[in-house]
């Protein structure tokens, strides 16, 4: 919420939270960084810290799980059929998401996760009745108006 906020400048929009954007929950994993992991779940250390779609944290969320919460969220948004809204999420929920659309941007393991989504960056999707158009993937242009 305080990074929609923060895209919204000035403008007096609604924000509205929603639950099924939240990142994915680690369960035991919460906190630790992958090397920390991976000492507890050796078996893990052949996937890589981006190969979600190949494990579920124990007490957590698969990466199944979180697309079916984009996937819920996506197909409300679509019913609403604003004309623009901004959605403001984590790298997790973003990833879920292109793969809720069917996006063909996954590499030859079929691992959508290897993209690495810059911080603000921004994507940009037309949903378009039951179809869907990428029209900027983790686009950062607006950053460099930042540095001027």
Known sequence: METARIALGTRELATIPDARLREFNFGEWEGLTWEEITARWPELREH????????????????????????????????????????????????????????????????????NFSPVGVTRIALEGERSRLIALNDVRHLSDLAR
């Open 48 to 115: 890589g810290s981006t190969a979600a779609k190949l494990y579920r944290p124990q007490g957590g969320e698969s990466f199944d799980d979180v697309t079916a919460r984009a996937t819920s969220f996506i197909n409300d948004l679509r019913n609403q059929r604003y004309e623009r809204a901004l959605v403001v999420t984590h790298a997790g929920v973003l990833h879920a998401v292109l793969a809720a659309l069917g996006s063909a941007l996954e590499d030859r393991r079929g691992d959508a996760l290897s993209l």
